[in-house]
């Protein structure tokens, strides 16, 4: 298969659009195209942390047998949450065979699942598989002077053995930024929690703490902040509405990509369109 | 919200122990668990002292907030050095209840609107985290 099978999951077909739409571009852009499972489910959202808990396991499971079913290793996901879901829910099953049997013999009209397939989320395919030189070259438009700060979040660092990088100090959305010309910021809240799902009951709170991660981007005079994940975005960007005042938008990172590398991937904010280096771009009218 | 009474079980700390797979003992209090956590300030018990009434099967903890605060950020799980996994501690005492069906959450009560606007994954694991 030319490509590489692509879970995208709920939120990348609803209120993300923008994220998958990106993505697409991008992975196409760079020779290796995102191949949509074929009859993929929710993952689940959260790897149900109760020790003898495998019903909340099965959804995942079956994304990993629709991904044996196309005769792929492999599969990436976008979305930080759904990576998060499948890849623990893969580290259980492709290690613990009785549970593996156990939920195999439940689904009994599913294809039995065999234990092999790896999930990978997408930065970790820019990061191994394409590299960051080969990201460099594809750029045409170097986002020069943009300043990015990076947003991890949690499910893409942790816990330790399912994240793509260190969970204290990962580096991989900086290399990334760097990649495109952009200059990426640190700033001390790139791994704090946004409050997630609590929005759904205690809006209040996640206002609260999403809005202590945007200050903090701010105050390293970050321009724009990207993230993985669907719900982190929604969340900073909510805390901003809502609070009013100077706002700084929230990006997928894929949009970010796809900005600097020229190709058509929906509305990108002002920041990005109308920076000082862009203008300059246009202005030598080559 | 009006949080719903669950029956004092004997054997507390077994319980969630057998759910959560971790051993409460191994805690020594240093409360890096704590120090860390982004939603600390609205538990009326920290993540530390969770553990500690744990360890004392002391019910109280089932009575406050901090399971239902907890969103399994993780920050204490990649950070405690004698390798507790809190959050799985808290899914074991939520357990407890969702498997009484004793819900935390109802989107009933909100508009379609309010529903629409929000991410899918938000909703799922909100009624995945507190609904049995």
Redesign the interface.
Known sequence: MKGIAYFP???LK???KDFETSARAVMEALGLPLVELERWN?C???Y??????LM?QLASMRDLIRTQEMGEPEVVAA?A??YNTLKRVSLRVNADVEARDKMNAFMNKETDYEGSIEVRHLLEILRDRIGWERVSERVTQPLDGLAVAPYYG?TLV???EAGIDD??APTVMRDLIEALGATAVPFPFA???C????????RD?VIE?SDRVVRSARRAHAQVIVTSC??CQ?NLEQAQQELGGETIPVLYFTQLVAAAFGVEAGELPAAITARPAAAGETGRGN | MVRKRLERMENLREKVEELSGQNVYACYQCGMCSSGCPLAEEMDLLPNQVIRALQFDDWTVMEANAMWVCASCLACEVRCPKGIDLAALMEGMRQLYLRKTLDHVSIDGMSREEIAALPQIALVASLRKKTG
Do not use: F, I, N
Request: proline letters at 7%; hydrophobic letters at 25%.
């Open positions: 999951g709920c939120s609803d209120t993300a929710c689940g959202t959260v149900s942390l109760a020790a003898d808990d909340h979305c949450m759904c949690c942790r816990p330790r969970p204290d791994t704090e929690c409050g997630s799902y609590q929005v759904v009951d205690r709170l703490r669907p719900l929604h």
